[in-house]
């Protein structure tokens, strides 16, 4: 039995979560096509979660580099460096994204939603896609980075150009790195010449790194523009899927839209139970660094490792009627919809703040939403990359 994990027909006929529960039931560690291994259960994939530097996380695939490639140091982000670096960096980010830091966000959140949503009502109509979910957590950020607010449609392109994931050694690209790089080296370069004329400015997550000091010593210019990058891949990529994940499933289902809009308390519920059912992220990739074995499965040091995390969040041994989108969960944040272990999502609770004051900015405004007719809609959950969600509105 084998499993591939990055199959693109997921994204048009969704996720085969009846295949996941049989390989769960009958090989729960089995081949990928591509080589390696997925691991399909809660229990493997705790472990796997939590052995950081057994199974460590390696992004060079994903952004076009062989596996093999060889990235510096200063370019690791934030999930491929190793400890003991690794917690001191994520110290610097659990600092800028710390509650106290969000104190205002949510209300910028509000705001946006409030300001995205404006024409979609006066026309009656929107893609609750690239028209709400795509740019919050894009306008998020660039406010959080204190840069400009066209800084937010500028990570949307790149999401959408498929350089965002990119970095220095690509083939293809400029051998500096992607555009985004290019565009944090300048912010950085202008809030220091801002620092040495002696200007003050208002903290911000780019000053935070800039001032940041590990055992005493500064973060390169390089680290700083690759952390960015990696809070932006983070942020664009994962967050919105899940605020799409949301919208479309109140889309779909009118009675749980109105009855999130009733009861108010459901709203945060809702965030985890999509969070667990419809994991923005279905797969994450380690690389092991050593021989492992794993319930009499032998992996060798170089394997790659799908680490399952749409499965995990299904298994029956953990959720009772794991297939059903359900409210009433005992402990509605048990699921790995932000990972799990030491190197747990940094950006959770920011990443909360954005859903819920999506949803309760939709059931604020909105009456009705209603599916378009003849419309095709990708599958739950999957297949958000790109295709729109359209949709009815109706205004209160």
């Not at 009846?18 to 560690?29: D, F, G, N, Y």
């Not at 691991?39 to 199974?55: G, Q």
């Not at 220091?192 to 973060?219: C, F, K, N, T, Y």
């Not at 289902?253 to 419809?278: I, K, M, N, T, W």
């Amino acid at each position: 039995m084998e499993f591939d994990a990055r199959d693109p027909a997921h994204e048009i006929e969704g996720v085969p979560f009846p295949t996941l529960a049989r390989i769960r039931s009958q090989e729960p560690i089995c081949p990928s096509p591509t080589g390696g291994w997925y691991l399909s259960t809660r229990r493997h994939i705790d472990t796997a979660l939590k052995e950081v530097e057994t199974f460590v996380a390696d992004l060079a695939p994903m952004a076009g580099l062989p596996g093999t490639e060889v990235v510096p140091p200063e370019e690791l982000f934030l999930s491929e460096i190793p400890e003991p670096r690794h917690g001191r960096i994520r110290r610097l980010y659990n600092s800028n994204f710390a509650p106290h830091r969000l104190r205002n966000t949510e209300e910028f959140v509000t705001r946006t939603c409030h300001q995205l949503l404006d024409p979609m009502l006066a026309a009656g109509e929107g893609d609750l896609h690239a028209g709400y979910a795509m740019p919050i957590p894009s306008a998020t950020l660039a406010d959080l980075m204190g840069l400009p607010s066209e800084a937010g449609d500028k990570f949307m392109g790149w999401s959408f150009d498929g350089t965002l994931m990119q970095r220095p050694g690509t083939p293809g690209i400029n051998p500096s790195g992607p555009p985004i790089l290019d565009y944090f080296r300048e912010a950085l370069a202008e809030r220091r010449a801002s620092a040495a004329a002696g200007e003050e400015r208002p903290h911000d997550v780019i000053i935070g790194l800039m001032d940041a000091e590990i055992d005493g010593v500064a973060l390169s210019d390089a680290e700083i523009v690759t952390q960015l990058q990696f809070m932006v891949m983070a942020g664009v990529h994962t967050t919105r899927a899940l605020l799409v994940h949301l919208a479309h499933r109140l889309l779909r289902d009118r009675d749980l839209f109105e009855r999130v809009a009733a009861e108010r308390d459901l709203v945060a519920p809702l965030v985890e139970e999509s969070l667990r059912h419809d994991a923005p992220v279905q797969a994450t990739t380690r690389r092991c660094t050593r021989r492992v074995e794993l319930d009499g499965v032998e992996m060798q040091a170089g394997d790659w490792v799908e680490v399952g995390i749409g499965s995990a969040n299904r298994d029956e041994t953990v959720y009772d009627d794991p297939d059903v989108f359900r409210l009433d969960r005992d402990d509605p944040r048990d699921h790995l919809g932000f990972g799990g272990g030491p190197h747990i999502c940094p950006g959770a609770t920011l990443a909360r703040i954005e859903a819920i004051s999506a949803v309760n900015v939709l059931c604020d405004r909105v009456a009705e939403m209603s599916a378009v007719e003849g419309a095709t809609y990708p599958p739950l959950p999957g297949g958000m990359s790109h295709l729109p969600i359209p949709a009815r509105l109706t205004a209160k």
